[in-house]
């Protein structure tokens, strides 16, 4: 066998409840200039999708309404209906009992 690998030993209690943290190594990173750094189109895009989404929402919003209108010139005309072929019944049952 290796002497190296004789001379490993099993880690022992006071190893394991070393009460220092662990040295973290950050790795040096370049400056970036501030000239590099344009986000500007990067918000312009965002902004046009925004732009989108707002119209999109309103244009919900429109329709929403229309359909609530038209459902209640549907309800109104389906209750004129309703009433006119009542009346009509009772017209009807009032002409056969003469």
């Known amino acids: 066998m290796n002497s190296q690998h ?9 190893q394991h409840k070393d009460p ?3 040295t973290v190594i950050s790795p040096i990173l370049p400056e970036i ?3 590099d750094l344009d986000i500007f189109p ?3 895009s965002l902004g046009a999708d925004e732009e989108k989404v707002q119209k999109r929402a309103s244009n919900i919003m429109k329709l929403s309404q229309e359909n609530e209108k038209l459902n209640a010139e549907l309800k109104a005309m389906t209750d004129r209906l309703e009433a006119a072929e009542r009346r009509r019944e009772e017209l009807l049952q009032k002409s056969q009992q003469k």
Request: avoid cysteine; charged fraction near 20%; aromatic fraction near 0%.
């Open 6 to 14: 004789s001379e490993q030993q099993a880690p022992t209690d006071k």
């Open 20 to 22: 220092r943290p662990a």
């Open 33 to 35: 200039p501030a000239s």
């Open 42 to 44: 990067i918000i312009g």
